[in-house]
């Protein structure tokens, strides 16, 4: 499988929204935690997969705005693990050499997460290889907002015009600013929505949404993901024989 993947080709930026984790732990009788705590194999596996292929960046949606409006016995357990998964994980990130940030609202975090994602990307700042983003109190049209609140800062100072707001202006204040627009986007347990995932990132991204719940999620998944990309021809509305092969 892994063989078949044209390392020429390789999307720079691979986005996942991490589903089905509720779904797997009541499959097997078990609290939704259940299937949280089972999830981090899977996180483990793809960033992994990920940096040994020399992908650049892989965006993690971990929790989005919405979420905050479960019971709150699910967001504090989801919290906690955040914070007991970052410590334990650290290892794991320097082994591949892997870097990581965040995108969201994070000042909404509880303190002890704030401090666990500040001591991470501190530590993992020097690393070389793939960045690992986890996308955290996070949404699409929260960062739509905070980008023309900046933007509307900036015209207000004297330092932009409204003429000089083009795409790439744009695109620079969002939370991704200088990171290349996800290629690939994964959603796992065959729900077919973006669920206010990086709304104006996504604008040409190829979807792939395997019918496999999260913790369930292997390297495996990942190449078939990243082949099935492959096979498609992106015309970014352009015709076929427009395109440059
Ligand atoms: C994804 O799994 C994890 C988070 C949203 C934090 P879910 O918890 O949404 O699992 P399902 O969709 O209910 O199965
Ligand atoms: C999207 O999953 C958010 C994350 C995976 C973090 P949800 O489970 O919250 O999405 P909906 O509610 O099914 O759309
Ligand atoms: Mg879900």
């Given at each position: 499988m892994?063989?078949?993947?044209?390392?020429?080709?390789l999307?720079?930026?691979?986005?996942v929204?991490?589903?089905g984790?509720g779904?797997?732990a009541?499959r097997?009788g078990?609290?939704?935690?259940?299937?949280?705590?089972n999830a981090i194999?899977a996180v483990r596996?793809v960033?992994?997969g990920?940096?040994e292929?020399?992908v650049?960046?892989?965006?993690?949606?971990?929790f989005?705005?919405?979420?905050?409006?479960?019971?709150?016995?699910?967001?504090?357990?989801?919290?906690t693990?955040?914070?007991?998964t970052i410590?334990?994980e650290?290892?794991?990130?320097?082994d591949?050499?892997v870097?990581l940030?965040t995108?969201g609202?994070i000042n909404?975090?509880?303190?002890?997460c704030?401090r666990?994602?500040?001591?991470a990307i501190?530590?993992t700042?020097?690393?070389?290889g793939l960045?690992l983003?986890?996308a955290?109190?996070?949404s699409g049209r929260?960062?739509?907002?905070?980008?023309?609140?900046?933007?509307?800062?900036?015209?207000?100072?004297g330092k932009?015009?409204?003429e000089?707001?083009?795409?790439?202006?744009f695109d620079q204040?969002?939370?991704?600013?200088?990171?290349?627009?996800p290629?690939l986007?994964?959603?796992t347990?065959?729900e077919?929505r973006?669920?206010?995932f990086?709304?104006?990132?996504?604008?040409?991204?190829e979807?792939?949404m395997?019918?496999?719940?999260?913790p369930?999620?292997?390297?495996?998944?990942?190449?078939?993901?990243?082949?099935?990309?492959q096979?498609r021809?992106?015309r970014?509305?352009?015709i076929?024989?427009?395109l440059v092969k």
């Open positions: 892994k063989e078949h993947i044209d390392s020429s080709n999307p720079q930026h691979i986005a929204i991490m589903d984790n779904r797997w009541k097997q078990a609290a939704r935690v259940f299937g949280h705590r194999k596996e960033t992994e990920c940096a292929l020399g650049k960046y892989l965006t993690l949606y971990a989005s705005t919405e979420n905050w409006n479960r019971p709150k016995f699910e967001v504090d357990a989801l919290m693990l955040l914070v007991h410590r334990g650290i290892k794991t990130l320097m591949n050499n870097r940030g995108i609202n909404s975090l509880p303190a002890d704030r666990e994602l500040t001591e501190r530590e700042n020097q690393n070389t960045t983003l986890l955290l109190s996070y929260w960062d739509i907002l905070e980008a023309t609140r900046k933007l509307a800062a900036d015209v207000r100072d932009l015009t409204p000089q707001i083009d795409e790439t202006v204040h969002l939370a991704t600013g200088g990171i290349p627009d290629e986007m994964i959603r347990s065959g077919m973006i669920s206010n990086m709304l104006w990132q996504l604008a040409y991204a979807l792939y395997p019918d496999v719940l999260w369930d999620f292997r390297k495996a998944h990942l190449y078939e993901a990243i082949l099935s990309y096979q021809e992106r970014f509305g352009k076929s024989e427009q």
